[in-house]
């Protein structure tokens, strides 16, 4: 039921199923967001997609096989259909959370306020890596959210309403690819996540510490602690004042 919407988890759910049956990757065809043949679903948030729904495809999966294995192969339009509701459990020794750190080298101009990242490594934990090509693009794609979060995106309020002021993507300055940096990503693995075949969540882990890397590249640069975001040139000339 989960809709894919960006991450890559479709393959991911492929190679699972594959893996887990025994087949060829171009034997599994994976149908996500047909309500006609798929249950309901919350939604793909949270960083959760590969530990619960990939172990709703291995329990299906291993139904399947067991299926196959009372009955046979179906013969001519016959079907087997199996079914499973993701309900992981932490067992002793496994762990949901995944770790990450990032580094980043920055160049700050102090006649014009500006911020320029130079270098940046994402070093990232998340138990056994299911499809190293679309995690390192997770990664990736919340480096460059957290760099909107830090130098670029200004969500403005009404202070008396608490409504947003800010209409459009436009004027809130969403990060584009001019402004996203290159992104060298470091996987550690481990093997002891809660999620199918040791696996944990990446969703969110490449943007939660990006703010919080650049804001103290910043402030190693120029001295000056910066801790209203986004750091903005005139935020920055202000400080050098």
Not at 28 to 57: F, H, L, N
Not at 172 to 199: C, K, M, N, S, W
């Amino acid at each position: 039921g989960v809709t894919d919407v960006g991450p890559g988890a479709k393959t991911t759910m492929n190679i699972i199923a594959a893996d887990e049956l025994g087949v060829a990757l171009s034997k599994v065809k994976v149908v996500w967001g047909d309500t006609d043949t798929c249950p309901y679903s919350v939604g793909e948030s949270g960083s959760r997609t590969t530990s619960m729904t990939g172990e709703a495809v291995v329990a299906a999966a291993r139904d399947l096989k067991k299926q196959i294995a009372d009955k046979g192969m179906p013969r001519g339009s016959a079907l087997l259909t199996a079914s499973a509701t993701p309900r992981p459990r932490i067992h002793e020794g496994k762990i949901r959370n995944c770790f990450g750190a990032n580094f980043v080298e920055v160049e700050v101009d102090a006649e014009l306020g500006a911020v320029k990242i130079l270098k940046f490594v994402a070093v990232h934990e998340s138990g056994r890596i299911m499809n190293p090509l679309t995690a390192a693009s997770q990664v990736k794609g919340g480096v460059a959210m957290g760099v909107g979060m830090a130098l670029h995106e200004n969500m403005i309020y009404d202070q008396r309403t608490g409504r947003p002021v800010v209409t459009g993507y436009y004027f809130d300055r969403v990060v584009t690819h001019l402004d996203a940096p290159d992104v060298q990503v470091e996987f550690i693995e481990a093997d002891d996540g809660y999620g199918p075949y040791g696996a944990k969540g990446i969703g969110e882990a490449g943007m939660i510490t990006t703010p919080a890397a650049i804001s103290n590249a910043v402030f190693n640069a120029i001295g000056r602690r910066i801790k209203d975001l986004p750091i903005t040139r005139d935020k920055i000339l202000g400080a050098l004042a």
